[in-house]
T-cell receptor, first 114, second 116 residues
């Protein structure tokens, strides 16, 4: 069974540009969440989608957005990139939504903003 | 609001020695608690989780953790460290908005170093 797939693995962008990251969840999983990981702030929750609807959102500016498609694949978009957006972006999928549901993480996309 | 505090950003133990990684949490609702491990350039892998029931939870790779409500702790242990255990370990809590993938609050992480 294939795991969570994130593309691309590495990305370099210039300040002011925008970027789109992709996440394919485990087959049959309908919940997809995104996290930002930085050395200073650690792992921070961005947002979560279930059945194409955003259910929860973390404390990030509106430059960070996402969506989920009918096949549960998800994309995350960051507009007007800032140097501080450099991070490892992790996607996680779950079979269903629930407090005790195991989250399976992808390997992440490492974004560098120069 | 919920939060997680991991004591010690770096922990060093000798191969074969006991591993103890500390985690304290704060939650306004009964918590669900998780330990994840992250190897370099990899995502996070679930080691174990506490939801309800038995407070001593056994996970993969010989790790276990005990939920102590009175101490608001969920420390991770392993009787005998192996070189392959060297990694970053994260404690996480959920329970306010629903956990699993949607809204885990993570600690800052503890880097486990294994000395030969």
């Amino acid at each position: 069974k294939a795991g969570v797939t994130q593309t691309p693995r590495y990305l370099i962008k210039t300040r002011g540009q925008q970027v789109t990251l992709s996440c394919s969840p485990i087959s049959g999983h309908r919940s997809v969440s995104w996290y930002q990981q930085t050395p200073g702030q650690g792992l921070q929750f961005l947002f979560e989608y279930f059945s194409e609807t955003q259910r929860n959102k973390g404390n990030f500016p509106g430059r960070f957005s996402g969506r989920q498609f009918s096949n549960s694949r998800s994309e995350m978009n960051v507009s007007t990139l800032e140097l501080g957006d450099s991070a490892l972006y992790l996607c996680a999928s779950s079979l269903v939504v629930g407090s005790d549901t195991e989250a399976f993480f992808g390997q992440g996309t490492r974004l560098t903003v120069v | 609001a919920q939060s997680v505090t991991q004591l010690g950003s770096h922990v060093s133990v000798s191969e074969g020695a006991l591993v103890l990684l500390r985690c304290n949490y704060s939650s306004s609702v009964p918590p669900y608690l998780f330990w994840y491990v992250q190897y370099p350039n990899q995502g996070l892998q679930l080691l174990l989780k506490y939801t309800t029931g038995a407070t001593l939870v056994k996970g993969i790779n010989g790790f276990e953790a005990e939920f102590k409500k009175s101490e608001t702790s969920f420390h991770l242990t392993k009787p005998s460290a192996h070189m392959s255990d060297a990694a970053e370990y994260f404690c996480a809590v959920s329970g306010v908005r629903g956990g699993g993938a949607d809204g885990l609050t993570f600690g800052k992480g503890t880097h486990l170093i294994i000395q030969p």
